[in-house]
């Protein structure tokens, strides 16, 4: 019997904050993004390249760490929604998690999708979807 042997990437999963080997699960029609499936979360993520893997820890390095009740406007914050855009040195609150937040940074990921990079006071720093049309 022919063995098959399956299609992988290193990836850094930001759920599981673990790099794997993933397995291929689809590429784009124009072969512009590349899908992995994460085997730690079970999850779906975009092929992002080591180097801007390295400059978004490096961004995160620089945005500073915890952050304090006190340190962030609440009454002033915007609800979350992945259809919304947002402004780094915003207050988000995300209502699912009951947590509030401020934008530290953006990305721009392969498809032109965006995201915005949150450090939160419970759940760390979290990737959001923004902008989804």
Not at 28 to 38: H, I, M, Q, R
Not at 100 to 107: E, R, T
Request: charged share 35%.
């Amino acid at each position: 019997m022919p063995e098959t042997t399956e299609k992988t990437m290193k990836q850094y999963c930001s759920v599981c904050k673990k790099q794997f080997e993933m397995k291929i699960i689809k590429q784009g029609g124009d072969e512009s993004v590349v899908w992995l499936k994460c085997p730690g979360c079970k999850g779906f993520l975009p092929f992002i390249p080591e180097e801007e893997v390295e400059d978004q820890e490096v961004r995160e390095a620089q945005s500073g760490a915890e952050l304090a009740l006190e340190d962030l406007d609440i009454e002033n914050s915007k609800e979350y929604s992945d259809k919304l855009e947002f402004e780094i040195g915003e207050v988000i609150h995300h209502r699912s998690w009951n947590d509030y937040g401020k934008v530290i940074a953006k990305d721009l990921l392969p498809g032109n999708r965006k995201t915005i990079w949150v450090q939160f006071l419970r759940q760390g720093k979290v990737q959001l979807l923004e902008g989804v049309k």
